[in-house]
């Protein structure tokens, strides 16, 4: 319950206003990384995030290995509004599992998770930084906007109607069918290179497997194709506590196609975690239709200016009639 209140207090603080999304010229994919951007996909627009990892677990105190592979796959649909955001997520693990004389071979869905993000606000919306054209120190100063975020929510739901078998709590603690999540999401742009975006959840709340969970990323544009990215993870529950750090690479060879690597490994061991793979994004934008806005460059004086030429010329008009 103290948890849940944590959470909560934290939401209300980050969840300002509102404001509207973003639809980019080029794919803006999750991946590598496993933290979710603040900003969605716009609307009418599905993107697909897949990817492919061999892991490995040692358990030192259980003695006990799993070597294998596990699949994820991703899926983002804009909807109704531009700031609005469905998503699901599911990872499926095959894997042998060895301890001592014993080996089994494992198979399950490992996440099953349905849920939507909402973007509440963007620092840089109606916002316009204009040029000095007097000072190149002016134009070049460090700008403290910069640490204002762009927030978003998230409400989801875990599925889990089969033995799932990736678990750390006893065989005798049962996981519920159907639990929630909720997260807060933050995104800072640091200049034109990079972003940093921080996630906090409460997952699986009112659960045996509840836990309060956290991703820090933080990555780096190179140049217009190459970007690479450092990731910190830390889950935070009864049954599982750690920490993982990533690091990797995306490649983006197309406006809507990009290609990624990554590796990670966790700071304990028990269990050791050690994962790497590759992965692939493909973004469908052929129905989006893109949302214009007048921009009214006109002075005070100039509207002035407007409206008063606009009286004199129908009072011309009138007396000449």
Not at 7 to 14: E, N, T
Not at 95 to 103: L, P
Not at 204 to 217: N, R
Request: charged share 25%.
């Amino acid at each position: 319950m103290k948890s849940l209140s944590s959470f909560i207090k934290i939401g209300l603080l980050l969840a300002v206003q509102f404001s509207f999304a973003q639809f980019t010229d080029e794919i803006n994919s999750n991946r590598p990384g496993r933290s979710m951007m603040a900003f969605s996909v716009g609307k009418t627009i599905i993107q697909a995030e897949s990817g492919i990892n061999y892991v490995s677990e040692d358990h030192k105190a259980l003695d006990y290995k799993a070597n294998g592979l596990m699949g994820e796959f991703d899926v983002r649909w804009g909807l109704f509004f531009e700031q609005l955001e469905f998503i699901a997520e599911i990872q499926y693990q095959k894997d042998t599992y060895t301890s001592a004389n014993f080996e089994k071979e494992r198979s399950a869905l490992k996440k099953t998770l349905i849920g939507a993000k909402y973007l509440l606000y963007d620092p840089f919306k109606n916002y316009e930084d204009k040029p000095n054209v007097y000072s190149w120190k002016a134009n070049h100063r460090f700008k403290w906007r910069q640490f204002i975020p762009a927030v978003a929510v998230y409400a989801g739901a875990n599925f889990n109607f089969t033995d799932n078998p990736f678990t750390f709590a006893p065989s005798t603690v049962e996981e519920a069918a159907i639990s929630p999540k909720a997260m807060v999401i933050a995104q800072n742009q640091f200049g034109s290179r990079w972003v940093l975006v921080t996630n906090i959840a409460y997952n699986k709340i009112g659960t045996d497997f509840a836990s309060i969970d956290y991703i820090l990323t933080l990555t780096r544009g190179f140049n217009k194709r190459w970007s690479g990215f450092i990731e910190n993870q830390g889950f935070m529950g009864d049954y599982y506590a750690d920490g993982i750090v990533r690091a990797g690479a995306a490649f983006l060879f197309h406006k809507d196609m990009q290609i990624d690597a990554s590796i990670g490994k966790n700071i304990k061991d028990t269990p050791n975690l050690i994962s790497g793979g590759i992965g692939f994004s493909w973004r469908f934008s052929r129905n989006y239709q893109e949302i214009k806005m007048e921009k009214d460059n006109s002075s005070k004086m100039d509207k002035k200016m407007k409206k008063k030429g606009e009286k004199e010329a129908k009072k011309r008009k009138d007396a000449v009639e």
